[in-house]
T-cell receptor, first 114, second 114 residues
Framework: AQSVTQPDIHITVSEGASLELRCNYSYGATPYLFWYVQSPGQGLQLLLK??????LVQGIKGFEAEFKRSQSSFNLRKPSVHWSDAAEYFC????????????FGKGTHLIIQP | DTGVSQDPRHKITKRGQNVTFRCDPISEHNRLYWYRQTLGQGPEFLTY????????KSRLLSDRFSAERPKGSFSTLEIQRTEQGDSAMYLC????????????FGPGTRLTVL
């Protein structure tokens, strides 16, 4: 069965500093990988996705993520965070073929210090 | 607005009552998913429709839960004889019928069972 681990429950970063959120997955083949962001009272918004090809993917709001097959990781990065980035971030894995629901990690709560 | 919509946004009910939630997917999307999200957790997959056919159900979906998508458009999720443990955010998502499984989420229905 597939699974996703986000080892950091909370992360605090100063505004303007760089950010890296960790995600490790378990899946029997090459998965589809996603990062979603959830702000209070808002639905989940897709930040970026990896399907195939270039292992460094760019997303919205200046985020990027790198797929590392050897480490089963898909870490999310941003070079300079803004106060508006404070939110809950979820990594998710999906089966190829699209016939299944996504499996999400428990999320990382990002706090931005002024 | 062409996004996924859910109604109601909030529902408070007493234990033992039945509740029904509605989800309207993005119009051209033929796949529709239901998830449940409890506090401090990531969304957990409940069930999935391809057009009007319910193709997969999670073991989380007890006999008290039923979902329909009668004409392949909107979907309803009914919970009978609600229990306090049913209190959660219920999320709906939709996707195109491609292999990529990129899902777009609605704002959710927050259920509180007293």
């Amino acid at each position: 069965a597939q699974s996703v681990t986000q080892p950091d429950i909370h992360i605090t970063v100063s505004e303007g500093a760089s950010l890296e959120l960790r995600c490790n997955y378990s899946y029997g083949a090459t998965p589809y990988l996603f990062w979603y962001v959830q702000s209070p009272g808002q639905g989940l918004q897709l930040l970026l996705k990896y399907f195939s090809g270039d292992t460094l993917v760019q997303g919205i709001k200046g985020f990027e993520a790198e797929f590392k097959r050897s480490q089963s990781s898909f870490n999310l990065r941003k070079p300079s965070v803004h106060w508006s980035d404070a939110a809950e971030y979820f990594c998710a894995v999906g089966a190829r073929g699209g016939a299944d629901g996504l499996t999400f990690g428990k999320g990382t709560h990002l706090i931005i210090q002024p | 607005d062409t996004g996924v919509s859910q109604d109601p946004r909030h529902k408070i009910t007493k234990r033992g009552q039945n509740v029904t939630f509605r989800c309207d997917p993005i119009s051209e999307h033929n796949r529709l998913y239901w998830y449940r999200q409890t506090l401090g957790q990531g969304p957990e997959f409940l069930t999935y429709f391809q057009n009007e056919a319910q193709l997969e159900k999670s073991r989380l979906l007890s006999d008290r839960f039923s979902a329909e998508r009668p004409k392949g458009s909107f979907s309803t999720l009914e919970i009978q004889r609600t229990e306090q443990g049913d209190s959660a955010m219920y999320l709906c998502a939709s996707s195109l019928g491609t292999a990529y499984n990129e899902q777009f989420f609605g704002p959710g229905t927050r259920l509180t069972v007293l």
